[in-house]
Each structure stands twice: as structure tokens, then as C-alpha cells.
């Protein structure tokens, strides 16, 4: 244990801290270190601020020099903590699921102010992961159940949690699946996707902590990135009702070439992410 640590306020562990990940290389080395004290601590990010002079006790010391050591690794702060924050709910995630993105939540603000949802609405969320669109969707919208898909049986244990914890009021059946091979029903007014959708190509070049931590089913879209969600269009035509959306989410390059849509869907939206780049795509089906 370094010197800092050991003289043991909070302003010295910092500094030990942020240093200490900033040689592994990680850019966001004194966010990182202020949001893992606060863990240990028990304190919110500005309490720290008022607190520099607090001095650590030896137990303190020890849990937090664990998950820097942990972050020293690569492992992303949200495995470290168990949560992440997604359209401003706390979503426990573990290895098992993609850690929520920001430029998701553009897609569910499409869908909460476009969709027309109602009570009655019918949805499938498939790929579910942890379950941050479907959660966010029946939080703030009047919908009183969802569907949600994985090919992850673990993924679905996760999404299961979060449904649980933060729906207790709304209903939601999961089922394992690729794709909707095991979807009885259809007839859904909406279908959501943020399928895998990297380049496997590209997979090598991402940083340690996506490739290292993060599931490789939950990134990789093969070839070209785009084989799960040609497949997603394809079949979604058969759940859909006459008109129903399917909104889903996919890399700035992906593009919708006439023979996808072959006379089955129209498109309503190409949606941005918050720095303006292509991000999801609605599609009618006609
Ligand atoms: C990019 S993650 C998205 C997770 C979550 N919906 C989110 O937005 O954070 C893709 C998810 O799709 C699942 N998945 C991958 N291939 C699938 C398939 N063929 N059928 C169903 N789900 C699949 C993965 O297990 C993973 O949970």
C-alpha cells in the first residue's frame, strides 16, 4: 500500500487513487476513483468534496484499495459496483449483461413521446440484457405488460431482478430465445431491439474493458455487424400487427438498403444518438 493511502484521508486516497489508475491507462481515472470511494465510504461524489480532510480507518483503506485493484484490471466501474444508472433508474448489472449505454435512452424518449402507447399497448423487448428499455418503458408510460427475449438464460435472470424491483405494479413474461424462435404470440404493437451490432472485425480493437468484461453475445453482430438485425427486420414482420413499430438500435453505419424493406415496412424515424450520430431506426410494417 502506497504512502498516500496509508496517511488515510480521503484527499490522499484520492490522489493515490486516480495516479494509481491513470498508469493502467484509463482516461476516466479521478471519476473512477471518486465514484468507487464513495462506495466504500457511504457518501455521495460532493460529500467527498467536504470531507478531503476525513480521515479513512484501516477497514476503509483495505476495501478500497480492492476495487481500485479491481479497476486497475479494467473491470468497468459498473460490474465493480453492481449498477448503473439508466434514464435516471439504478439497474443492477453484472457480468452477464451489456452495461446500459446513454444513447439507448434516446431511443426510449422516441418511444415514450411517439409510440402512442397505451394501457393496452403490446411490446416485446427483445435482447433484453438488464432490462433498461423495458423497465424504462413501463416506468413512464401508461403500459401494463411487457414480453422481453434473450438468448442469455443469465441475462434474462438479470432482467428479471430489475423488472421485479422496479415494476412491482406492471406485469412482464421472459423468455429465453434467439430471436422470436420460441415466441408463441403475436400481433405486437411495438417490437424493441438494441441487438448485438459490432463488427467482429472491430471487436479486437475496442478497449480492454468492453472485450474483457462485457459478454461477447451481447456485441458481436458478425461479419458486417448487421446479421442479427437483417434477421430482427426479417422475422419481426410476421409478430407485428398491421402497422405496428419495430424501433431498434444499431451502429452510424448501418444503412437500409430496398430489398430490406421489400414493400413489408415503410420508414417513420432514423433517430441520433446525444452526439448527433445515426443511432436507431423505426420501421412500419405496411
Ligand atoms: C447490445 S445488448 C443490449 C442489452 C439491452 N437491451 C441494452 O440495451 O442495454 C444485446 C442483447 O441481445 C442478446 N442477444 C444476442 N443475440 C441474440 C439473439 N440471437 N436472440 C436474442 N437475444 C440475443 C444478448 O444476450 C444481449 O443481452
Known amino acids: 500500500?502506497?504512502?498516500?493511502?496509508?496517511?488515510?484521508?480521503?484527499?490522499?486516497?484520492?490522489?493515490?487513487?486516480?495516479?494509481?489508475?491513470?498508469?493502467?491507462?484509463?482516461?476516466?481515472?479521478?471519476?473512477?476513483?471518486?465514484?468507487?470511494?464513495?462506495?466504500?465510504?457511504?457518501?455521495?461524489?460532493?460529500?467527498?468534496?467536504?470531507?478531503?480532510?476525513?480521515?479513512?480507518?484501516?477497514?476503509?483503506?483495505?476495501?478500497?484499495?480492492?476495487?481500485?485493484?479491481?479497476?486497475?484490471?479494467?473491470?468497468?466501474?459498473?460490474?465493480?459496483?453492481?449498477?448503473?444508472?439508466?434514464?435516471?433508474?439504478?439497474?443492477?448489472?453484472?457480468?452477464?449483461?451489456?452495461?446500459p449505454r446513454p444513447e439507448t435512452e434516446c431511443m426510449v424518449e422516441w418511444i415514450l413521446s411517439n409510440a402512442g402507447l397505451n394501457e393496452e399497448s403490446r411490446l416485446i423487448d427483445v435482447g433484453t440484457g438488464s432490462g433498461c428499455i423495458a423497465v424504462s418503458v413501463l416506468r413512464n408510460s401508461s403500459v401494463r405488460e411487457i414480453f422481453v427475449s434473450d438468448i442469455s438464460q443469465e441475462a434474462l435472470a438479470v432482467a428479471e431482478r430489475n423488472l421485479k424491483i422496479l415494476c412491482p405494479d406492471k406485469k412482464?413474461?421472459?423468455?429465453?430465445?434467439?430471436?422470436?424462435?420460441?415466441?408463441?404470440?403475436?400481433?405486437?404493437?411495438?417490437?424493441?431491439?438494441?441487438?448485438?451490432?459490432?463488427?467482429t472485425e472491430l471487436l479486437k480493437s475496442l478497449s480492454p474493458d468492453i472485450t474483457e468484461f462485457e459478454p461477447r453475445i451481447a456485441l458481436d453482430g458478425g461479419r458486417d455487424g448487421n446479421e442479427i438485425i437483417l434477421r430482427l427486420i426479417e422475422e419481426s414482420h410476421r409478430y407485428l400487427r398491421d402497422k405496428g413499430l419495430l424501433v431498434f438500435e444499431h451502429s452510424e453505419e448501418f444503412g437500409l438498403r430496398e430489398d430490406i424493406l421489400r414493400d413489408r415496412f415503410g420508414v417513420v424515424f432514423l433517430g441520433r444518438d446525444y452526439s448527433g450520430r445515426p443511432r436507431f431506426t423505426v420501421l412500419k410494417k405496411l
Do not use: H
Open 1 to 99: 500500500m502506497s504512502g498516500q493511502i496509508k496517511k488515510g484521508t480521503v484527499l490522499s486516497a484520492l490522489m493515490w487513487a486516480a495516479s494509481e489508475l491513470r498508469t493502467a491507462g484509463i482516461e476516466s481515472s479521478r471519476l473512477d476513483s471518486e465514484l468507487l470511494l464513495s462506495e466504500v465510504l457511504g457518501l455521495s461524489r460532493v460529500q467527498l468534496y467536504i470531507n478531503y480532510d476525513r480521515p479513512m480507518n484501516q477497514d476503509e483503506k483495505e476495501r478500497f484499495l480492492a476495487l481500485i485493484k479491481r479497476r486497475q484490471k479494467r473491470e468497468p466501474v459498473a460490474y465493480i459496483l453492481g449498477r448503473k444508472e439508466f434514464f435516471s433508474l439504478q439497474f443492477y448489472v453484472d457480468r452477464n449483461v451489456l452495461i
Open 172 to 199: 412482464y413474461f421472459a423468455i429465453r430465445s434467439s430471436l422470436f424462435e420460441n415466441v408463441r404470440d403475436s400481433g405486437y404493437d411495438l417490437i424493441v431491439s438494441n441487438p448485438p451490432y459490432i463488427r
